[in-house]
């Protein structure tokens, strides 16, 4: 049995600046002034504020210790599911980080940003080559604001063809933001119930397809980790009603070299390459989500496009029917380059990284399967969904559970997510974790299993090694105290 990495050990207790705060105290020091004093303006003039009195090494200890609080993927495993917070090898971000790259002014003329513009060209080529899609435009920064991207596109399709539509099918296993971004086009989502199998039919589908539905937002594998396997024949029933297939590729990385996107009917896919290849992400950002398309919906892609002719590449905005542009500038450079070096420095390997994903989580999901419950127990992709329905039988949440797991030191996988399980925990181990590393966190769930069957007081009362227990987050996120002073 692998040891829980969790301890107690050197961990400080640290407070506020200003709690260190002693009056007279310095961390600089200021050359003599030489130069007349000049009083400012009245209006210029505010009451001084409340700053900490502190020595340079106060504030060193004090920044250095919170350091230690952090909990990230370069600590231990992150099976923090969706955001698929993975490893990402340093290459990439030693190369994003190159001056040529880092100080680029993104006015610089197309003449002297031939690199970048090269660099961006190539990422698009790869992409494609892994999609199989027709053209890509790398503008959108994230997940989110590729299906944006992807649902203004379907939006202007209908309208260039002369009657706009105002529905979207939405299948209950679809990313949050999906139905918020058909919403923003004025679409209103159609839901759409799953098999017992947790996906969607074809028979489903044929009953809410009709000529005022713009198409459909489809997640593949789904939020579940379950590959929608009647994909194809659903795009089918979508364009024989003259809609067109969205595709969440935020699930990617289970397909990825393994999968022809244009075959399976979809029209258009917004890629996270953030998580799919590389950047670790998490907490906002920052991101990229370029946007795949079938030749139908080429001529409404974001601008500028980057666009090779002969030997000299530049970018391009002559395209009329176009959205327009999603960013400024050329999207999140420094993202796509690190994208680029992970696609170039794997190169064939790519098709590696979508076996280890898919192997990894049902590793971990045959290894936990008995102690707890499998709401749906079908093949899984880079993901597998359980829930607390054994434990709450003690009385034992799934919040308790991931509370429990900070304990052993392990960071919590996403919970209660997706909406359609009660109780949900998703684990999604990614690619980059060793068996080894696996083994250790299917050791550290299985005690918190026992803990809830023998001791559950010890799983409900958790986290008892770090320095906050079970802080209110409601009121945490409701009211941030952002100023610097100590409160009242």
Known sequence: MAPHPGTQGLAFREGLLWERSKKGRIGISLPEQDVPRVELDEGLVGEKPALPELSEVDVTRHYTKLSTWNFGVDTGTYPLGSCTMKYNPKINEHLAGLPGFANLHPLTPYAYAQGALKLMYEL????????????????????????????????????????????????????????????????????????????????????????????????????????????????QIVHEKGGLVYGDGANLNALMGYADIEKMGIDVLHINVHKTLATPHGGGGPGAGPVVVRDVLEPFLPVPRVMKKRERYELVWDTPLSIGRLHSFCGNFATLARALAYTRSLGRHLKDVTELAVLNANYVKSRLKGLYNLPFPQPSMHECVFNDAAQHKQGVTTLDIAKRLIDLGYHPPTIYFPLVVEGALMIEPTESESKADLDGFVEAMKTVAEEAATNPDVVKNAPQNTKVSRPDEVQAARHLILRGEIPQ
């Open 124 to 235: 698009e080529r790869d992409l494609l080559e892994i999609t199989k899609m027709h053209a890509v435009s790398l503008q959108p920064a994230a997940g989110a604001h590729g299906e944006l991207a992807g649902m203004l596109m379907i939006h202007a399709y209908h309208a260039h063809k002369g009657k706009q539509r105002h529905k979207i099918i939405m299948p209950s296993t679809a990313h949050g933001t999906n139905p918020a971004s058909a919403a923003l086009c004025g679409y209103t989502p159609v839901p759409v119930q799953l098999s017992p199998d947790g996906i969607v039919t074809p028979e489903a589908i044929r009953e809410v397809m009709d000529e005022d539905t713009a198409g459909i937002m489809v997640t593949n594998p789904n939020t579940l980790g379950i590959f929608e396997k009647h994909i194809a024949e659903i795009a």
